[in-house]
């Protein structure tokens, strides 16, 4: 069965310490990985796309790194405002447009 | 651009009573979709329409009716309200059914 699970489930970092969130994927023919920041009260706003093993993408203090079965949202220097909850989602080719998300690290920055 | 629209914010219904979610994009999306989000639970599929004329069952239908409009609107029916389906509801747009979904603001419903 297609599993996605998302470690820890919280976490609470001091503004500038680095770390990453992890999510563990079983899914055959995976499709894409995709990573989505979510402020309270609001959609998920898109953050990444990864495609195969090796992957990585960058985009200000956050940079997503993909393998076979697991994928790590690494958080650089992190500011309060990156205060969020982070969700992972999976695709498989065969899937019918379901995408499996993880239910996500809520990520606490102290100034 | 304003991405995608959802309305209403907030919806108090009584059980039985009926009601329906908008939902509009403005990406020339082929793609949209609806979920509902729980605590606990994560974002699960309700239904989906992968072009526009065409719409299909996701993980949790029961008790939900959809209609794609057009290509920019895709509506969520609910016939006879249940508190289980207290929930947030997020529509979705995709350029394709394989690419990355952008998310509306979301509903608040609470059944009482």
């Known amino acids: 069965e297609d599993q996605v699970t998302q470690s820890p489930e919280a976490l609470r970092l001091q503004e500038g310490e680095s770390s990453s969130l992890n999510c563990s994927y079983t899914v055959s023919g995976l499709r894409g990985l995709f990573w989505y920041r979510q402020d309270p009260g609001k959609g998920p706003e898109f953050l990444f796309t990864l495609y195969s093993a090796g992957e990585e993408k960058e985009k200000e203090r956050l940079k997503a790194t993909l393998t076979k079965k697991e994928s790590f949202l690494h958080i650089t220097a992190p500011k309060p405002e990156d205060s969020a909850t982070y969700l992972c989602a999976v695709k498989r080719y065969s899937s019918a447009s379901k995408i499996i998300f993880g239910s996500g690290t809520r990520l606490s920055i102290r100034p | 651009n304003a991405g995608v629209t959802q309305t209403p914010k907030f919806q108090v219904l009584k059980t039985g009573q009926s009601m329906t979610l908008q939902c509009a994009q403005d990406?020339?999306?082929?793609?949209m979709y609806w979920y509902r989000q729980d605590p606990g639970m994560g974002l699960r599929l309700i239904y989906y329409s992968a072009s526009e004329g065409t719409t299909d069952k996701g993980e949790v239908p029961n008790g939900y009716n959809v209609s794609r409009l057009n290509k920019r609107e895709f509506s969520l029916r609910l016939e006879s309200a249940a508190p289980s389906q207290t929930s947030v509801y997020f529509c979705a747009s995709s350029s394709s059914d394989y690419n990355e979904q952008f998310f509306g603001p979301g509903t608040r419903l609470t059944v009482l």
């Open positions: 990406m020339n999306h082929n793609s």
